[in-house]
Structure formats: C-alpha cells, structure tokens
C-alpha cells in the first residue's frame, strides 16, 4: 500500500497550500518540522486504519491529518504568547484551516480533539480516534528517536 501517495492523492491541494509550506519552518520538536510531522501522522493514520480494517472516509482522514496541528506558528519562539500551547494549538489549528479550507464536520472534529484527553472533549469519529493514536504514536517516535524518517517528538 502505497500510502504517501494516498496523503497525495488525497491532500495535494494542502500541501501545497502556503499555510502547509510555512509549517517547514515551524519544528515541531527536534529537528522535525511541523510539515513532516503533519506528512507522518497522515501515513500513520492510513497504517492503522488498513492495518485494523477500520472503514473510513479516507480523504477526510488524511485531510483531517494534515492540518491537525496547523496552528502556524512557532511554539518555541520565547514570549510569544504561547504558553499555552498544548491545551490551545487545536483551536488555533481550526481556526486556521477552516479560514483556508473547506472542511466537513469529520474533519473539523479531527482537528478540534486530536488533544484528547488533554483537552477533554471526546472525538466523536473514527477519524478522530484514529488521528488521536497516530499523533501520540508519531510524537513518542520522534521523542525516542529524535530525528526519525518522520520522527518527532512530545507535544502532539
Ligand atoms: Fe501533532
Ligand atoms: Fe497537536
């Protein structure tokens, strides 16, 4: 299964949005961008859905997936008025792609939970659920590994 050409397929239009391209220079954690990271939990997404034969609507996973963490901007930055990031970057992410973006209510709902249980509103899709284990999987490779063929790192 040839799944980066499924987040192509599927997501082509985001990626090469420009919101998408400025997240190259947004890390995430380590030495992976927010780009990468977005690319890697899309992949995963579809590994996990294939690999459990959950039925999905696939363009809105890998769509969901994409802009998940499209807060566009860099955490890091000291003084930035982000110290709330973890708790707040959902918000800011859907705010941000619903402005550049049409999205269904799968996807929104994607975006607004994939903090779950941090943020403690349930997903309400499979999507969702899906996109909340990629995340934390994605993130905890990218920790572990710290620089990983998509790897990142903690705050999901
Ligand atoms: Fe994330
Ligand atoms: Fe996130």
Redesign the pocket.
Known sequence: MDYMHMVEKYGGDILASDGMQSEKQFM?HGSVSTYE??LS?AVMCLRLSHHFHIHVNVRSLVRGALL??YYLYDWHTPHSGHDLHAVMHAKYALKNASRDFTLNEVERDMIAH?MFPLNPMPPRYRESVILCVA?KL??LSETVTRSGHNG?NSD?
Do not use: F, I, T, Y
């Open positions: 995430q990271h977005s939990v998940h963490d994939h995340d994605c993130a990142n999901a």
